[in-house]
T-cell receptor, first 109, second 117 residues
Framework: GQNIDQPTEMTATEGAIVQINCTYQ??????LFWYQQHAGEAPTFLSY????GLEEKGRFSSFLSRSKGYSYLLLKELQMKDSASYLC??????????FGAGTTVTVRA | GAVVSQHPSRVICKSGTSVKIECRSL??????MFWYRQFPKQSLMLMAT?????????EQGVEKDKFLINHASLTLSTLTVTSAHPEDSSFYIC?????????????FGPGTRLLVL
């Protein structure tokens, strides 16, 4: 089975940093994606981790620990446009994706 | 590059009718296309996987006779919701995996919002 947990909601102030955690227990693992999804729109790719460690890409970074079944997405210098849902998705044994329920991030001025 | 389109973006239909949703990869060929469903404030749930020229593979609990999938070419897949009922109202999203990228890569369409009255 697949069990992917992430917090439901987070709120932060413009310019601040927010860390979204994702823990997973899955029957197989071939990598982990983070996507951003604005309301009523399709998810857009943010990051992909398959090896342990930190991947940095501009204001967004993603970390993976395979032994702990844990990942986080770090959003720095928050902007109002970063208000969205952030989805953690694990690549299964069959290379299909299992998604977490998503974390809604609200950025306040 | 890597653009996926869906049509229609929004559809309202009466209970008992069938609705067809198209998913197209506009600037690449896709080995595989995926269909997801997302209810409000919930995660994307994979419904089925389709490969060009072969039968779709459905996830457990998804009725293949109700959700008909046709993958006629490397750039087009269609999902038909047959005899739709109000509980089928949802956001349907497709994605496509390009031929020339790692198989985990999926590009998502903008989604189709279905409302069954």
């Amino acid at each position: 089975g697949q069990n992917i947990d992430q917090p439901t909601e987070m709120t932060a102030t413009e310019g601040a940093i927010v860390q979204i955690n994702c823990t997973y227990q899955t029957s197989g693992f071939n990598g982990l994606f983070w996507y951003q999804q604005h309301a009523g729109e399709a998810p857009t790719f943010l990051s992909y981790n398959v090896l342990d460690g930190l991947e940095e890409k501009g204001r967004f970074s993603s970390f993976l620990s395979r032994s702990k079944g844990y990942s986080y997405l770090l959003l720095k210098e928050l902007q109002m446009k970063d208000s969205a849902s952030y989805l953690c998705a694990v690549v299964r044994d069959d290379y299909k994706l299992s998604f977490g329920a998503g974390t809604t991030v609200t950025v306040r001025a | 590059g890597a653009v996926v389109s869906q049509h229609p973006s929004r559809v309202i239909c009466k209970s008992g009718t069938s609705v067809k949703i198209e998913c197209r990869s506009l600037d690449f060929q896709a080995t595989t296309m995926f269909w997801y469903r997302q209810f409000p404030k919930q995660s994307l749930m994979l419904m089925a996987t389709s490969n060009e020229g072969s039968k779709a593979t459905y996830e457990q609990g998804v009725e293949k006779d109700k959700f008909l999938i046709n993958h006629a070419s490397l750039t087009l897949s269609t999902l038909t919701v047959t005899s739709a009922h109000p509980e089928d109202s949802s956001f349907y999203i497709c994605s496509a995996s390009p031929l020339d990228e790692i198989q985990e890569t999926q590009y998502f369409g903008p989604g189709t919002r279905l409302l069954v009255l």
